[in-house]
């Protein structure tokens, strides 16, 4: 028996294939059993205008068998076959793809399903045994032929026997290693588990005699013992183990509900209902099906670097990957789901997709249905869209803020921040169409919590005018907003901004003229505070407490807070103000001593005033028992 060779670059190429083109062996499955659905799809195709086929849609079936004892592996199909030629040609070649060339001869569109085209699928089946055999008989011949090999050194072709058209991969399997168990390939819910992800599906049953338990029936005439242990037994059930059908290609009109959600928990591993789904069939410059689940609670790990963002992509039916990243925008990252295409290009593997185009269409049109998904859930059914809102509204406020802010446009109507009217969730146009004619900024306050900033002096002037706040006490929210700048034309103000815009132009002046007046004192405090504070100043924002802490420039003392929280040696400092409310009675205080020349006194009042800034901040202080000393000495 000679054996051949194969070709010098096809040896260089089965080399690669066994040992880098894929990076799970267990691909190998998928790659055989996409072969057989090619095989049975050919024959079908013959079938609906040859009579003599003699078989229907139904007696089509892909078989799977394993031999523990022998370590081997056995992928059976009753497709069209392979003639001597063919298997020359087909296994001979590497990368000599069958299927691309009955496609092109009987001029298919994508709807035939037949899924093998680069001819390289085959020997992934090397990744996991020492020796491969193939038993096929060609429809209408009659001759069926034997092509072995045990990888690069070659192979042979012998005649063989064979009832029916179809053919047989015989898989004997390597021994295993310290690394890599080929054995977990024989287990029969390993076997069924690699076909639920990979080949689910495929449009032919996929079969598999499976051995189960039960309890040996008590024999007729015979009183169970119900003391003594029961006895089992083994019993072989041929199960099919592929779905067939994706629940995506099926008409909405075919499916309730529960469908939905029953195929969101097995295939996500969720056990918590979505918030919502959309089934999506689109045509035009982007054809795909498409499944998407909006969860109910983020994942564990969601907001870590541990989560991988994606959808799972298939091909034809057919899962591509398990995560393709490039289909969600990070903002949606959260998505669940799958997209099924055929027009994709698909790498020599098909376990990575080649970064066309198309891809990019896909993921664009998959972002808008996201995009207005959320929409109609805020307007339709807000209760659903707050829940949304408190597990992944984090990840659109950062989607403002990354990318320099170049989708804030297709993000920011779905923004929700606490008011400070009933303490409850608004959105950004909510707040503009609430505003009053004579209102001329969005008014935002920082903070840990609504309750906290509720208390924060800051606060007191925009409220004595009526006028509503929004609560940021996300980390992210003061450097969301600044990236906004603006929404509809308003401008955000914060409530520690030094033109409020609230002021009487009497009121400037007045203020004007009392720094004026005590412009020896304010220096006096300035020089006390001189390595915390760039200046001190008179408030025109301040009502019933003495003193507050505000920032000049574009880091609010928020934002210091946040970046300094980061692990970097570089600490942020914002140009802190110190605001005197000239109305209280501790500015009065002040004055006194400053008329006694006392200073030193009056540097000491300076640190306490700081320091009791600093807190109402929610800051901490620098030395507390210093702080205290001062309190303590100055009663």
Same mark, same amino acid.
């Given at each position: ?73 056995k ?21 000599n ?67 029916s ?31 639920k ?6 449009r ?35 199960? @099919?183990l ?7 290609? &099926? *008409?909405?009109? +075919?499916?309730? #509900? !529960?469908?939905? /959600?029953? $195929? ?18 689109n ?13 109910s ?5 969601f ?27 990070d ?37 808008k @249905? ?8 805020? &307007? *339709?059914?807000? +209760?659903?869209? #707050? !829940?949304?809102? /408190?597990? $992944? ?13 170049m ?91 030094d ?15 009392? #720094? !004026? ?15 915390k ?33 980061m ?29 006694a020349?006392d ?5 000491k ?31």
């Open positions: 028996m000679e054996t051949k060779q194969f070709k010098a670059e096809s040896k260089r190429l089965l080399e690669m294939m066994i040992h880098s083109i894929y990076t799970h062996k267990e691909i190998f499955l998928r790659e055989l059993i996409s072969n057989a659905s090619d095989a049975i799809d050919k024959l079908y195709f013959r079938s609906l205008t040859d009579d003599k086929v003699g078989l229907s849609k139904e007696d089509f079936v892909i078989r799977i068998s394993a031999d523990k004892d022998n370590r081997t592996l992928i059976t199909d009753n497709g069209i076959g392979m003639t001597e030629e063919e298997l020359e040609n087909n296994l001979g070649t590497i990368a793809s069958g299927s691309l060339k009955f496609k092109s001869e009987n001029k298919l569109d994508d709807d035939s399903q037949i899924i093998g085209q680069f001819g390289v699928g085959f020997y992934s089946a090397f990744m996991v045994a020492k020796k491969v055999t193939v038993v096929s008989k060609a429809y209408g011949s009659d001759k069926a032929y034997m092509w072995e090999s045990e990888g690069v050194d070659g192979y042979t072709i012998t005649e063989a026997d064979k009832d058209a179809g053919t047989e991969i015989t898989l004997e399997l390597l021994e295993d290693t310290e690394d890599e168990n080929y054995s977990e390939f024989l287990d029969q819910y390993r076997i069924r588990s690699l076909v992800k990979y080949s689910d599906y495929i032919f049953p996929v079969k598999m005699e499976m051995t189960h338990s039960r309890p040996k029936p008590v024999p007729e005439g015979e009183k169970a013992d119900e003391n003594a242990a029961p006895e089992y037994e083994d019993y072989i059930e041929d199960e @099919t592929n779905s067939m059908v994706p629940l995506w290609k &099926k *008409n909405k009109n +075919e499916l309730k #509900e !529960e469908d939905y /959600k029953h $195929f969101y928990a097995e295939k996500f591993f969720d056990y918590n209902e979505p918030l919502k789904y959309a089934h999506v069939k045509e035009g410059t982007a054809n795909y099906n498409a499944l998407l689940y909006i969860p609670k983020a994942p564990f790990d907001y870590s670097k541990e989560y991988e963002k994606g959808l799972q992509l298939y091909s034809n039916g057919v899962l591509i990957m398990d995560k393709c990243a490039d289909l969600l925008p903002y949606f990252s959260f998505v669940k789901g799958l997209v099924d295409s055929e027009d994709l290009s698909l790498n020599i593997s098909r376990e990575m997709l080649q970064h066309d185009r198309q891809l990019k269409v896909i993921a664009k049109s998959i972002e @249905t996201i995009s207005n998904e959320l929409k109609k859930m805020l &307007k *339709n059914e807000r +209760e659903k869209y #707050e !829940e949304f809102w /408190k597990a $992944f509204g984090l990840q659109l406020k950062y989607g403002i803020y990354s990318d320099y802010g989708n804030k446009e297709k993000l920011q109507d779905l923004l929700m921040f606490t008011s400070s009217n009933e303490k409850k969730l608004v959105t950004l146009d909510e707040y503009v169409t609430g505003m009053r004619e004579e209102q001329k900024f969005i008014y935002y306050a920082t903070g840990e919590t609504a309750e906290k900033i509720e208390m924060l002096p800051q606060t007191e002037l925009v409220k004595d005018n009526g006028f509503e706040i929004l609560y940021l006490t996300d980390n992210i929210d003061e450097f969301a907003i600044k990236t906004l700048r603006s929404y509809k034309d308003k401008e955000f103000k914060s409530v520690s901004a033109d409020l815009g609230l002021e009487s132009s009497e009121k400037q002046e007045e203020i004007k003229a009392k #720094e !004026e007046e005590n412009s020896g004192l304010l220096k006096t405090l300035a020089d006390a505070l001189s390595d504070v760039s200046k001190v100043i008179l408030s025109h924002r301040l009502k019933s407490h003495p003193v507050c802490l505000t920032s000049e420039g574009e880091i609010s003392l928020e934002m210091e807070k946040v970046l300094n929280a692990p970097t040696d570089q600490k942020i400092k914002a140009q802190r103000v110190l605001e005197l409310n000239p109305e209280h009675e501790i500015f009065a205080k002040l004055k006194a001593i400053d008329s020349g200073k030193d006194k009056l540097g009042y300076a640190q306490l005033l700081y320091n009791q800034a600093l807190l109402i901040e929610g800051m901490s202080i620098e030395n507390p028992v210093e702080f205290s000393n001062l309190i303590c000495e100055l009663m």
